[in-house]
């Protein structure tokens, strides 16, 4: 870890640094007062590169300006957008620890415009669809990494889901085992013991197994 970066009595944007905040995030967190008058924990990297200038009355003023321009404001894709961020980057929201705070990132393309956003995403398919990580469920919000995918498929991308290169690509090994018809321990269990993929699930078993 760097050496700290002591942020008291500092100003970025429409907040004053007070003081520093124990939090269960390794990253350095700073209790700051906007000019509105609210207090914010925001994380010392936030406020060095200029992604957190306020409590967040300053976005809001912004949106209300932008909202006729890119027309999206109060659509799921907007809500999704806007909950994506708040993730990454507001220490103060639900489930921060499991993005901003492990180090999940959205790319300046996207953090800067939902117009760029959205373009690059597509609209939602349907109500029972919602923005995933894909194929690096460890990696940033940004081109090439997300999906729009169902419940269920994301079910199977997880930190923990176990993933196969075959033919070319990556995907979940419990899919591959059960597309051949091979026990998905089985199936583990070979790759794991050195097996390629493609002998481990086309090599019969010499009994049928639960898949």
Request: with cysteine; proline share 4%; aromatic share 8%.
């Given at each position: ?14 907040l004053?640094v ?25 994380v ?32 799921p ?36 415009s ?78 794991d ?11 019969p ?7």
């Amino acid at each position: 870890m760097g050496k700290l970066i002591d942020e008291t009595k500092k100003k970025y944007g429409r907040l004053r640094v007070i003081c520093r905040v124990e939090h269960a995030s390794r990253q350095a967190m700073w209790k700051c007062k906007c000019k509105c008058g609210n207090e914010v924990i925001v994380v010392g990297q936030s406020l060095r590169e200029g992604l957190t200038q306020s409590c967040g009355c300053w976005h809001k003023e912004l949106l209300g300006k932008r909202s006729t321009k890119h027309g999206g404001t109060g659509t799921p894709e907007h809500d999704i957008w806007n909950g994506i961020k708040k993730r990454c980057y507001n220490p103060n929201v639900e489930y921060y620890d499991r993005y901003g705070g492990r180090g999940v990132r959205m790319c300046k393309r996207w953090r800067e415009s939902f117009k760029n956003f959205l373009a690059d995403v597509g609209p939602r398919p349907s109500p029972k669809h919602s923005l995933d990580r894909f194929p690096d469920n460890n990696g940033d919000y940004e081109p090439g990494n997300v999906r729009w995918a169902t419940q269920s498929e994301q079910m199977l991308n997880t930190r923990r889901t176990k993933y196969v290169t075959i033919a070319g690509k990556k995907r979940p090994a419990v899919s591959v085992a059960r597309e051949h018809g091979i026990g998905y321990k089985t199936f583990r269990g070979r790759v794991d013991g050195g097996w390629s993929v493609i002998r481990a699930c086309t090599q019969p078993t010499k009994k049928k197994e639960k898949l």
